[in-house]
C-alpha cells in the first residue's frame, strides 16, 4: 500500500519537479524582441503610408539573396487546365495545398484567380525566393541581330501566308458571286415562262392541255 504522505508514483505530493521548467529570461527576451519589431514595423507602416503605399501586414521576412538575373519561364503555367471543370476540395477550411483557387509552392500561399496568381509569380519576393532578381540580362550586340533576322523571317512567311489568303478568299468571294448571279437568271427566266403561260391560258382556254403536256401545272390564272 502506497504511503499516504506520497503520490501514486512513490514520489511526494507537492513535488513538482516533473513539470517542464520554463526560461523566464528567455522569453521574456522573446517576448522584447518581438514588441521590438512590432514598433519597427508601424513606424515603418507610416512612412509607406506617407508615400502612398500599402503598409505591411506581417512581419518583414528576410528573403534570401538572388544568386542570378531574371529567367524566363520554360514552361507553360496551364493557368486554363482546370476550366469548366468539377473538382473535389480536399482542403476547404485549412491552410496549404488542396484549397480552390491557385497555389505558391514556394511561397506556401493560395490565390483566388489567375490576376492575383500571375501578380504574385511576377512580384519581387516570390523571385527573390526562388533566387533570382528583378533585373533582366542585358543582349549582346549579336543576341540583338539574330533576333532582328528571326523577326524578319517571321514577318516575310507572315506576308507569303497573307497574300495567298488573300488569293483564295478573292477566288471564292467570284464564285459566290457566279452562284448569285446564275440563280437570278433562273428565276428571271421562269418569271418569264409562266407569264407566258398565263397570256396563252387567256388567249386560248384550250391550250391548258398543251400546258400539261408541256409540264406546266396550266395556263390558267391562279385566281378565282
Known sequence: ?????????????????????????????????????????????????????????????????????????????????????????QNPGGRGAGQPGFYCEMCKRTYKDTTGYLDHINSRAHLRAIGQSTRLERSTLEQVRARIALLREKTKEAANAKAYDFDQRLAEVKAKETAIRDEKKAKKKAQKENALAEELAANNPENNEMAKLMGFGGFGSSKK
Open 1 to 89: 500500500m502506497a504511503d499516504k504522505a506520497g503520490g501514486a508514483y512513490g514520489t511526494k505530493a507537492a513535488d513538482t519537479d516533473f513539470r517542464k521548467k520554463w526560461d523566464k529570461e528567455e522569453y521574456a527576451e522573446k517576448a522584447k524582441k518581438r514588441d521590438l519589431d512590432e514598433k519597427e514595423r508601424m513606424q515603418e507602416n507610416e512612412e509607406r503610408l506617407k508615400q502612398g503605399k500599402r503598409p505591411r501586414k506581417g512581419p518583414k521576412q528576410d528573403l534570401p539573396k538572388p544568386k542570378e538575373l531574371m529567367q524566363q519561364r520554360e514552361g507553360s503555367l496551364d493557368l486554363d487546365k482546370n476550366l469548366n471543370k468539377t473538382m473535389v476540395v
